[in-house]
């Protein structure tokens, strides 16, 4: 079982629809991290929030919109997709970003098709 | 720069027979090792990690790795593999650059197992 949760397990949309990823942890960790999937690839970083704020952002189209209401959510907002933008979308939660002795615990996805 | 290699894309073993999935990494200084395993539609789940101290970690599953600092090395061993192992693995390390601190990802090895 995993301790992060992510909502939906699947996702279709078309390129003009608006939809939203959602994830939970409640280990009570204060950094929060947005992947992408594609198959048969690496997980590719996204966002990464520290303590609330967002802390990294890997150049990532604005068509993606990280928010993290509190401590233990994180969404992320899709507008305006592109067929391309099929993926596994992983959220992640570790104890510290800044601490490097703190591994990853990952949610098992959302699984976004774009149409 | 940082990296992860992992050499092998495929791997195929029969039930029972040992494994050892290889993992380099070029780091400056003294690494944070990780290995993850992902099943089909699922997220990645921590198998092990290293940071210090004894280099020949105990993991879940029946799983251990031994970091080699003179072979920039990590690899992932079992000593008997059951049907259920078949996987992709993925390797990481994690990192600073520029103050940021980041997990770089190896591109994964896929495991069959036999029957």
């Known amino acids: 079982d995993t301790e992060v949760t992510q909502t939906p397990k699947h996702l279709v949309m078309g390129m003009t629809n608006k939809k939203s990823l959602k994830c939970e942890q409640h280990m009570g960790h204060r950094a929060m991290y947005w992947y992408k999937q594609k198959a048969k690839k690496p997980p590719e970083l996204m966002f990464v929030y520290s303590y609330e704020k967002l802390s990294i952002n890997e150049s990532v189209p604005s068509r993606f919109s990280p928010e993290c209401p509190n401590s233990s959510l994180l969404n992320l907002h899709l507008h305006a997709l592109q067929p391309e933008d099929s993926a596994l979308y992983l959220c992640?939660?570790?104890?510290?970003?800044?601490?490097?002795?703190?591994?990853?615990?990952f949610g098992n996805g959302t699984r976004l098709t774009v149409t | 720069a940082q990296s992860v290699t992992q050499p092998d894309i495929h791997i195929t073993v029969s039930e029972g027979a040992s494994l050892e999935l290889r993992c380099n990494y070029s780091y400056g200084a003294t690494p944070y090792l990780f290995w993850y395993v992902q099943s089909p539609g699922q997220g990645l789940q921590l198998l092990l990690k290293y940071f210090s101290g004894d280099t020949l970690v105990q993991g879940i599953k029946g799983f251990e790795a031994e970091f080699k600092r003179s072979q920039s090395s990590f690899n992932l061993r079992k000593p008997s593999v059951h049907w259920s192992d078949a996987a992709e693995y993925f390797c990481a390390v994690g990192s600073i650059t520029s103050g940021t601190y980041k997990y770089i990802f190896g591109t994964g090895t896929r495991l069959k197992v036999l029957a």
């Open positions: 992640a939660s570790s104890q510290d970003v800044q601490g490097l002795n703190s591994p990853l615990h």
